[in-house]
């Protein structure tokens, strides 16, 4: 009985996104899991939407998903680069570091803090909530933009950030539109 609510709650998915693999739907739900406890634990946290970015997805593909906690869907989808430092030389295998100077992404659940103008333009700090990204801020590690991410999905390589979520411009100021009009702080969670 329980395979069969399984299937059925995985079907469901499958349908309302229609152009995303099974796979890719199993690991926004357990890790949405995470993100709803999170929210329920504290209030300062947006209960309306949150920031999924899957790492095994290549990076020349949509993996950064903005998901509705209300309707229960994603509502969005884009490019984003991950870190130098993440590259292992494997096609398809990345590894992740928290250390200072390792140019690579940090896994693990954020809040979107503020934004500031730097060299990229305006950029969104992020605030590790767990052991795997807990020196995010200390690291610089940002939410920004740069205009060599492509907008749309191509095949083959693309650039990559010294540890941020990079996104491409037009993409970003989508995003940016959310986060500024939110009234408590978006969630982004970032796994492999």
């Known amino acids: 009985m329980l395979f069969i609510l399984i ?17 890719v739907i199993s690991r ?15 209030s300062k946290y947006n209960k309306d939407i949150a920031f999924l970015i899957d ?26 680069a991950h870190g130098s430092g993440s590259e292992t030389g494997i096609k398809g295998k990345l590894k992740f570091s928290n250390v200072e100077n390792s140019l690579s992404t940090s896994l693990g659940t954020y809040y979107i ?5 730097g060299k990229f333009g305006k950029a969104y700090k992020l605030y590790g909530l767990d052991k795997t990204n807990s020196n995010a801020f200390n690291r610089d590690i940002v939410f920004h933009y740069y205009y060599d991410v492509p907008y749309k999905e191509k095949d ?5 950030s ?27 969670s970032i796994y492999y």
């Open 7 to 23: 299937a059925f709650v995985g079907y469901k998915l499958i349908w309302k996104e229609k152009n995303i693999e099974p796979n």
């Open 113 to 117: 803090g503020n934004y500031y103008y």
């Open 156 to 160: 083959g390589y693309i650039c990559n």
């Open 55 to 80: 790492m095994k997805i290549p990076s020349e593909k949509n993996r950064f998903f903005v998901y509705d906690l209300k309707a229960d869907k994603i509502i969005d989808k884009g490019i984003v």
């Open 162 to 188: 010294y540890g941020c979520p990079m996104v491409n411009k037009k993409y970003f100021e989508r995003i940016a539109k959310r986060i500024d009009a939110s009234q408590s702080n978006i969630l982004l």
């Open 28 to 42: 926004i739900d357990s890790h949405l899991e995470k993100v709803k406890k999170i929210i329920k634990s504290d």
